[in-house]
């Protein structure tokens, strides 16, 4: 939910190690398919620096979509992280592209 920092910074590390997980299968494929490896694994309190996270990630999630041939999807650069509507939709929107891509993928 959002404000909710304990909650919020469990996400972070497991949303983090599931994208090592997308750069790990990219590199075992035959050939290697390329998933950009950037250290995504906190998201900035500061609103500029978060704009900058927000787009970084949406590359990442550009190049995974692009390796599981999954082409919807939301611009996860898009919007404000600091509004709570925004936050919570952003969030939903974003599992589902995470759940697709496991299940693409075969993992659990």
């Not at 190690?17 to 075992?28: S, T």
């Not at 704009?51 to 919007?79: E, F, K, P, Y």
């Not at 509004?83 to 589902?96: P, R, S, Y």
């Amino acid at each position: 939910m959002p404000k909710d920092p304990d909650g919020f910074a469990i996400w972070q590390l497991e949303h983090y190690r599931e994208h090592l997980q997308f750069v790990q299968i990219g590199q075992a494929m035959t050939p290697p398919f390329n998933i950009p490896d950037y250290d995504i694994s906190v998201v900035p309190a500061e609103p500029s620096l978060r704009g900058q996270w927000m787009n970084t990630h949406a590359s990442i999630h550009d190049a995974v979509r692009q390796m599981t041939n999954i082409t919807t999807g939301i611009d996860l650069a898009d919007g404000d992280l600091n509004d709570d509507q925004f936050w919570l939709e952003w969030m939903d929107n974003h599992a589902a592209e995470h759940r697709a891509f496991r299940q693409v993928l075969n993992l659990s």
